[in-house]
């Protein structure tokens, strides 16, 4: 019966248009910061898919072939300065401590001659190949039989996807060899010939992946390493290449820093991130803006509340006499706060589903599977629970106030 006297008292001078404009003001601010963060969950799984058509979060780069570096290969000045290609220690760790940079691998080249032949279309194919590894971390296939055993040797390749692209409308059609599909490759054995160190071995391959990243053949790390140690143990060997997992893809400090060094990134990949850097730009500046719009429903609230107080002053003093307390009062307000606040939360989760109902069907045709909204969900409920904590403070000190003065 008090709690009604209370609020008969108190809410004769309650504005509701003030109100109304609070609620729509943070209906509006967390309506945007919402859907904001749930189109960038959906949308950027375009850049985090490893076969996506605008993924970039891997560059490959090396340092720039000049006339001199040919000409002094040539000559045979292979420990000039100037003709030196590899990647030192100290150009590695610079490069890994930039911050756009979350890792880097090193390719590692096979020192030593390899030699290939086999059987296609009852005709005998054979080339010399070249042999390259990385860790397993940064492919971005991982197939089965992508082991090796130096007790029981056939070497596991993957190779890239242009490879086989170009035997089968290049060198396949104007031969009239045989096409082949990748389930089909996997199956052909090769007879690989390694030499050097004044050793020569055959020893079986076989074709287990292709991927669509490295533009190279790769071996497993471990057959690289004993391979090396094999047949060229007294070979010192400093990457040529690099591989980095790009944390920021698009930033412009990227193709400035290679510029700088002298390096070049593999089918420009510096630029080819700039879509992803832009879109990660807006979503955040569009997130800004829906949260300084929240922020000022905030302030409208406390300005309202301020007014409401001063209007009902003579009633909180008139209130004190008769043995209430601050808190009796507050509670009041608490309670019109916390329903309008939750009830604003209510709508801006429905606004957001309602809203990426118009995205979904797109990257569905893309074949890109979109988030969950709990994610976008809790976070709406930190930031409206940290407004209505903000509020209920507020609403406290401003109570406590005027009954004691």
Do not use: C
């Not at 108190?10 to 945007?32: E, F, H, P, T, W």
């Not at 079986?204 to 060229?232: C, E, H």
């Amino acid at each position: 019966m008090s709690k009604n006297i209370v609020w008969r008292l108190l809410r004769k001078n309650i504005s509701a248009a003030q109100i109304a404009g609070y609620a729509i003001a943070n209906l509006v601010g967390l309506s945007i910061v919402l859907t904001a963060i749930q189109f960038y969950r959906d949308v950027n799984s375009l850049w985090s898919k490893e076969d996506s058509f605008i993924s970039k979060d891997y560059m490959i780069i090396s340092k720039k072939v000049s006339g001199l570096n040919t000409i002094n290969s040539v000559m045979g000045s292979s420990n000039s300065k100037t003709n030196n290609l590899n990647f030192s220690s100290n150009e590695i760790e610079n490069l890994q401590q930039q911050p756009w940079v979350r890792r880097v691998g090193n390719f590692t080249a096979a020192q030593f001659d390899v030699y290939a032949s086999m059987e296609m279309g009852g005709r005998r194919m054979a080339t010399h190949l070249f042999f390259e590894s990385i860790p397993d971390e940064y492919f971005d296939i991982q197939p089965d039989g992508w082991v090796f055993d130096p007790a029981t040797p056939e070497i596991p390749i993957i190779m890239s996807k242009d490879y086989l692209t170009l035997y089968n409308f290049g060198f396949a059609s104007s031969r009239g060899m045989p096409q082949l599909s990748e389930s089909l490759i996997g199956k052909v054995v090769l007879d690989v010939r390694l030499s050097g160190n004044g050793l020569r071995d055959t020893y079986k391959a076989r074709i287990v992946g292709f991927s669509s990243r490295l533009n190279t053949i790769a071996v497993p790390q471990s057959f690289m390493d004993w391979a090396n140690a094999r047949y060229a143990p007294n070979e010192k060997i400093q990457p040529s290449r690099l591989i980095i997992e790009i944390g920021k893809p698009g930033d412009p400090a990227i193709k400035e820093y290679l510029k700088e060094n002298g390096y070049e990134s593999a089918g420009e990949k510096a630029d080819d991130g700039k879509a992803s850097y832009f879109f990660t730009i807006v979503t955040g500046i569009v997130i800004a803006v829906g949260g300084i719009i929240s922020l000022l429903a905030f302030f409208i609230l406390l300005l309202s509340i301020y007014l409401l107080l001063q209007k009902n002053r003579e009633k909180l003093h008139e209130l004190m006499l008769l043995g209430y307390s601050p808190r009796q009062v507050a509670k009041q307000y608490y309670i019109l706060v916390g329903v309008v606040n939750m009830s604003v939360l209510i709508l801006a989760i429905i606004i957001m589903y309602l809203t990426s109902g118009y995205w979904i069907q797109p990257l569905a045709t893309l074949e890109v599977e979109t988030s969950s909204h709990l994610y976008a969900i809790t976070i709406g409920a930190i930031i409206m629970a940290a407004i209505t904590l903000g509020n209920f403070i507020a609403i406290a000190r401003t109570t406590r106030r005027y009954f004691n003065s």
